[in-house]
């Protein structure tokens, strides 16, 4: 792999002596490096282990240690020669100081094991775990085989109602409605010999179907007294740390299921069966992951009023952890369920889901960092790589070593990877900041792992960021998802990058990527605009850029026919977009601040709203304007200005057919609140409540 130690050293701002063979023969400068104290860079992850034994065996090693592959992603490659900037990209980054540490969520489990499926399949995966866990079956049947004749694990068996819950915490709730009660049954097969319709199996359940009630079995089993035909069905429940799901339909369908919840179709003929069981008997005792998310609710365009507007996370998540409590005017997002993906953020318009394995900032930095130093060195077109840190490196990585035998051209290279806990953890604001921050291009790799639905999300967010940098005038495709199952696909999927041209901002942006994303997509779209090659221009106009359905930018348009101006559009923004004048009876508008989530146009009484979708690029889209304004009403007895002419004249329209608005009762509506009070107690012709 070659290597230019002058060139990277110059990029990085040190001295880099080059070394052939650091994990072998070269081991003491490793050593001597990790005893200064100084943060010490391995370009080497395959050795990852053994530098960390050799760490833990080198006397006073005080140096914190991070590991980078430079190999793989860019030293086996059609283009090593040339892929010195990114390699120096990927050093700097990894130079970088780990982020702050993230909150937790903590797992307890006992090792309750719920194995539901055939009788003989569950009997089979519970013998190679009873050791290590409490293991419960419910049964699904006989199976090919049927029961042992010891019964040494608890059965159940009816039909399941429900199962919830996840790792130390879930509860089956089952309708125990069969003739036999397993509790009782002591496995004697005097049912079974008995029976002339054959109708109960080894799973010692009666098959009513084929059941023509003689009840031989139920007189054969009066000692046990297991048989009951006449017995009510039973609502029964059950709490368990882990469940083992053998049954050819999962119970629990969802694409991310919880943790601590297995299906294995097939029992352990299938292909995991066996790491599926490794890892259940390792799972008892207390567990942490990382709280993947911060959710700020006072900017959540959730609900309002119990009026649901967005609802993009609830709908995204794979994993059901997002639900709605419109009540409350919120979500919630239970962070047991969560698995991590930051779907739910990448499509929140406002910010108020943000990602925090890592959070923006530090991504945003890395990101600044990986794009300034390539270009430092002489790097040109770079296109990042965003992919997952498992499925997705693992490909790239077998790119390189395929590249390494001659069998693939590689990571190209300007094409830079960075890998992500989940690939779509990342939306708009970064990718629109790594363009101003002289990115060519951000691709997205899905390896098929994902759920369908984060793909839709991925590509509908590509769409809007592409429409709005071709509205800015920056030609080609800087935006793009490629979806690789093997080598053969990621590698013509990336070689076909080489032939792509696209236009970028002449200056780099510098601004930090901040914690608040509408703060973050508001410097990326100055830096953008400022530099669009087609608005700064002498003869360019400044103009409104259509963007497709769901984008987090655009105004609104109001039907002044319609509107009354109740303002009830008003109370309802989480956004502050619309506002009211304290001074006049106007609607107006900041579109700097609209969100498109769609409570203005849930709750308008009158149907006076609808959205638009747009980026508006003029200094009117951060100031107020008045998208509605009427006259005053002016309260008949005293003249003080009250409500609006046109909703008063409707009101009084809409009531004046109604008894209890005849007369002077309809004439009050026409005074202001204090008139009306007076006019009421002041009224000689009219029974007082007091007089009743």
């Keep these: 792999m070659p290597l230019e130690p002058k060139t990277l050293g110059t990029a990085l701002a040190e001295t880099l002596p080059l070394h052939s063979a650091l994990c072998r023969r070269e081991a003491a400068s490793f050593q001597r490096a990790i005893q200064s104290g100084d943060d010490v860079v391995v370009a080497c992850t395959q050795e990852k282990r053994l530098f960390g034994e050799l760490a833990g065996q080198t006397p006073e090693a005080t140096s914190p240690i991070r590991f980078v592959n430079i190999r793989e992603t860019g030293g086996w490659s059609r283009d090593a020669k040339s892929a010195m900037p990114k390699i120096a990209a990927l050093l700097a980054a990894a130079s970088l100081p780990d982020p702050d540490p993230v909150a937790t969520v903590s ?85 079974v010999a008995a029976c002339p319709e054959q109708a109960i199996g080894l799973d010692y359940q009666i098959d009513n179907a084929r059941c023509t009630s003689h009840r031989d079995c139920e007189r054969a089993c009066t000692v046990a007294g297991a048989i009951n035909f006449g017995r009510a069905p039973e609502q029964l429940d059950g709490a368990f740390d882990l469940v083992l799901d053998l049954g050819a339909t999962p119970v629990i369908d969802w694409h991310a299921p919880p943790q601590g919840y297995f299906h294995l179709p097939g029992g352990m003929a299938h292909a995991e069966g066996l790491q599926t069981l490794l890892r259940l008997r390792e799972m008892v005792g207390e567990f942490e992951k990382p709280k993947f998310f911060d959710y700020k ?82 790097g040109r077109d770079a296109a990042l790589l965003l992919h997952s840190q498992e499925a997705g490196q693992a490909l790239v990585e077998q790119l390189g070593r395929q590249a390494q035998l001659g069998k693939a051209q590689g990571v190209p290279g300007n094409v830079i990877p960075v890998g992500l806990f989940h690939a779509a953890s990342t939306g708009i604001d970064l990718w629109l900041s790594a363009v101003a921050f002289g990115a060519s291009q ?60 696209q236009q970028v901002p002449a200056k780099a942006a510098r601004y930090a990527v901040g914690a608040e994303k509408r703060s973050t997509l508001e410097l990326a779209l100055d830096h953008l605009v400022d530099e669009s090659p087609t608005l700064n221009t002498p003869a360019a106009e400044r103009v409104a850029i259509p963007l497709p359905q769901g984008s987090p930018f655009g105004a609104i348009a109001v039907d002044k026919d319609k509107c009354t101006l109740c303002l009830a559009c008003v109370s309802a923004c989480p956004a502050s977009a619309l506002q009211d004048n304290q001074n006049a009876p106007q609607l107006r508008f900041v579109e700097k601040n609209c969100v498109q989530c769609g409570l203005c146009e849930t709750t308008c009484p009158e149907n006076a709203i609808s959205l638009v979708p747009r980026l508006l690029v003029s200094p009117e889209r951060k100031q107020p304007v008045v998208l509605n304004e009427a006259k005053p009403w002016s309260c008949i007895r005293c003249s003080k200005p009250f409500g609006t002419q046109k909703a008063i004249e409707a009101m009084l329209g809409k009531l004046a057919g109604h008894a209890m608005f005849q007369g002077e009762a309809l004439e009050r509506l026409k005074m202001c609140s204090d008139c009306r009070v007076i006019d009421l107690y002041s009224a000689q012709n009219e029974m007082k409540i007091t007089q009743l």
């Design 297 to 378: 609710q006072k900017l959540c365009a959730h609900s309002r009023n119990e009026v649901v507007g967005c609802n993009a996370c609830i709908e995204v998540c794979s994993a059901h952890a997002v639900s709605s409590d419109k009540e409350r005017q919120r979500i919630v997002v239970n962070p047991n369920l969560c698995v991590g993906c930051g779907a739910c953020t990448t499509v929140c318009p406002t910010g108020a889901l943000g990602y925090t394995y890592p959070r923006a900032p530090d991504q945003g930095l890395k990101l600044r960092t990986l794009l300034s130093t390539y270009a430092g060195v002489g």
């Design 107 to 191: 797992y307890a489990s006992q090792g309750r094991l719920l194995i539901i499926g055939a009788l003989d399949a569950a009997e089979k995966a519970a013998v190679l775990v009873a050791d290590t866990l409490d293991v419960t079956i419910f049964s699904q049947g006989p199976g090919e085989l049927g029961g042992a004749q010891e019964r040494r694990w608890p059965v159940a068996a009816g039909r399941i109602d429900s199962l919830a819950g996840w790792l130390g915490a879930f509860k089956l709730n089952w309708t125990r409605d069969n003739g036999i009660d397993l509790d009782l049954c002591t496995r004697c097969n005097a049912c």
């Design 442 to 501: 951000v691709v997205v790799l899905s390896t098929g792992d994902e759920a369908p639905q984060y793909v839709a999300a991925l590509k509908e967010q590509m769409e809007i960021a592409q429409t709005l940098l071709l509205g800015l005038g920056y030609t080609g495709t800087h935006f793009k998802l490629i979806e690789a199952d093997s080598v053969a696909t990621l590698d013509s999927a990336l070689a076909a990058l080489r032939g792509t041209r």
